[in-house]
């Protein structure tokens, strides 16, 4: 009778479970690592980066990618009666 292994979680062929437990544990570090990165970051980042598009601390700056963007925005709205 076949072995059957279920589908999530289950032994790897050729891998002991110390080293796929070591190698999940890197995983994990790694992704903690990651997130802890992003979250230090984002609030220096995110302002720069919505300046370079064009927003200000009041909104939009005139004449930017973000106000011409703005103006497009409408044209691909659908009508909230059209989708009654």
């Known amino acids: 009778m076949p072995h059957h292994h279920p589908p999530f979680g289950g032994p790897i062929e050729g891998v002991s479970a110390q080293r796929f437990l070591s190698q999940l544990g890197w995983a994990v570090v790694r992704t903690v690592a990651g997130a802890v990165v992003g979250v230090t970051l984002a609030p ?31 044209a691909f709205l659908i009508p909230w009666e059209q989708l009654l």
């Open 44 to 74: 220096v980042v995110a302002p720069a980066l919505l300046g370079v598009v064009g927003f200000g601390p009041a909104g939009p700056i005139a004449g930017t990618f973000s106000t011409i963007s703005s103006l497009n925005y409408g």
